[in-house]
Every structure is written in structure tokens, then in C-alpha cells.
């Protein structure tokens, strides 16, 4: 069965410790990739999206991530995190490239970010 | 881009009764899904409700314990019918606009507890 892992599902940084968030993703085709954040007491956003292309992505609010298909890996990361980065973050795939767009999600790994 | 209502935000419901979610989109969609997201637990899709036809349920869910309504394209309802304390949940609409490469819109959820 498709299935979406992040190996994290807390992690606990201070302000200006560099993040990576792992996450790895089982369906042997071609995929659409996302990385959706929520912060307290707000609903899912998306930071980025891979859909074809350059395998680095950048998102929002200084985030990118980077597609690595020999791994099935999608990681997301930030060189410098704030405390405004206090959320929980969903990695997302959508197997295949076509209209139905159904998402497969991981848990979601939980940020706290220390001042 | 679009721009998600969910109602109730939450609520508290006894054993047994029904519960009925709405989700109002801001933009005509052609695919609304509907999501739920247990207790420290990923996203998982219940169904997708297409306009004009029934809604197409994943599996582990049904139709008589989650009927989906989806009267326009702007609007869908979801309840959750003879609930349990195990249907305590978030439970999350979402929708994509377009209908390939784009990304999901996410309502605020309902977070629903059953006593």
C-alpha cells in the first residue's frame, strides 16, 4: 500500500538551529510531492510543492526541500529557524500526475521552536 | 486559490446521534474531500464528493456511517451518523482548484468529541 513516513514526530529547536525533517514516501511511479504546515489553531497551508523539474524546491518563509528519487525522500528543510516556526508539518503525496488528486499524508512531525 | 468555511469548528456530541459538517468554498470546484485525522494520527481521506454523482469512499469507510452531500459546486456536507467515541476526530474539507498539478485548500476543520 502507498504510504507516506516522517521519522520525526517531535523535534524541539532554538531560534536560529538549522531544520531538516525527513520524510519518505513508498509508490514506485511519478508523484506529486508536498510539504503542508499548521500552525496553532490555523488550518493546513502549503509551504511547497515538487511537481517536475529542478529537485530543489523553495517555498515560503525560507523553507525548501529536496526531491531525491533513488531515496523516495522529500525532505524539508530551513538553514536558520525562528519561533514563528512552531507548527506541525505534513509531508504529502499524490501518486501519479494526473486529475484524481487524492493525497497520501504522514503523521506530521511537531516543531517547537525555543526563543 | 480558494477559501475553505467549515461549520462547526467543534462541537461535543452524546453516543448515538448524528452530526452533520458543512464546508462553503469561496470558487465553483469540481472535487471536494473530505479528510479525518485522529488523535496523533495523519490525515486520512474518507471520500471524495464529486457534484452530481455519489461520493467515492476509501476504504475502512462507508457511505451509511458517513453520508456525503454535494448539492452545488460551491458547497458539501458531511455526517457522521450513530457516532462513538472512536469517531472523536478532526475532521477536514478540502479541495483542488484545477485539475492537474495544483495543490489542496484545506478548511479549519471540526473537531468533534463524542461522550
Known amino acids: 500500500a502507498q504510504s507516506v513516513s516522517q521519522h520525526n514526530h517531535h523535534v524541539i529547536l532554538s531560534e536560529a538551529a538549522s531544520l531538516e525533517l525527513g520524510c519518505n514516501y513508498s509508490?514506485?511511479?511519478?508523484?506529486?510531492l508536498f510539504w503542508y504546515v499548521q500552525y496553532p489553531g490555523q488550518h493546513l497551508q502549503l509551504l511547497l510543492k515538487?511537481?517536475?523539474?529542478?529537485?530543489l524546491v523553495k517555498g515560503i518563509k525560507g523553507f525548501e526541500a529536496e526531491f531525491i528519487k533513488s531515496k523516495f525522500s522529500f525532505n524539508l528543510r530551513k538553514p536558520s529557524v525562528q519561533w514563528s516556526d512552531t507548527a506541525e508539518y505534513f509531508c504529502?503525496?499524490?501518486?501519479?500526475?494526473?486529475?484524481?488528486?487524492?493525497?497520501?499524508f504522514g503523521a506530521g512531525t511537531r516543531l517547537a521552536v525555543h526563543p | 486559490s480558494a477559501v475553505i468555511s467549515q461549520k462547526p469548528s467543534r462541537d461535543i456530541c452524546q453516543r448515538g446521534t448524528s452530526l452533520t459538517i458543512q464546508c462553503q468554498v469561496d470558487s465553483q470546484v469540481t472535487m471536494m474531500f473530505w479528510y479525518r485525522q485522529q488523535p496523533g494520527q495523519s490525515l486520512t481521506l474518507i471520500a471524495t464528493a464529486n457534484q452530481g454523482s455519489e461520493a467515492t469512499y476509501e476504504s475502512g469507510f462507508v457511505i451509511d456511517k458517513f453520508p456525503i452531500s454535494r448539492p452545488n459546486l460551491t458547497f458539501s456536507t458531511l455526517t457522521v451518523s450513530n457516532m462513538s467515541p472512536e469517531d472523536s476526530s478532526i475532521y477536514l474539507c478540502?479541495?483542488?482548484?484545477?485539475?492537474?498539478?495544483?495543490?489542496?485548500?484545506f478548511g479549519q476543520g471540526t473537531r468533534l468529541t463524542v461522550v
Open positions: 509508490y514506485g511511479g511519478t508523484v506529486n
Open positions: 515538487y511537481f517536475s523539474g529542478d529537485p
Open positions: 504529502a503525496v499524490k501518486p501519479g500526475t494526473g486529475g484524481y488528486n487524492k493525497l497520501i
Open positions: 478540502s479541495v483542488v482548484v484545477g485539475n492537474t498539478n495544483t495543490e489542496a485548500f
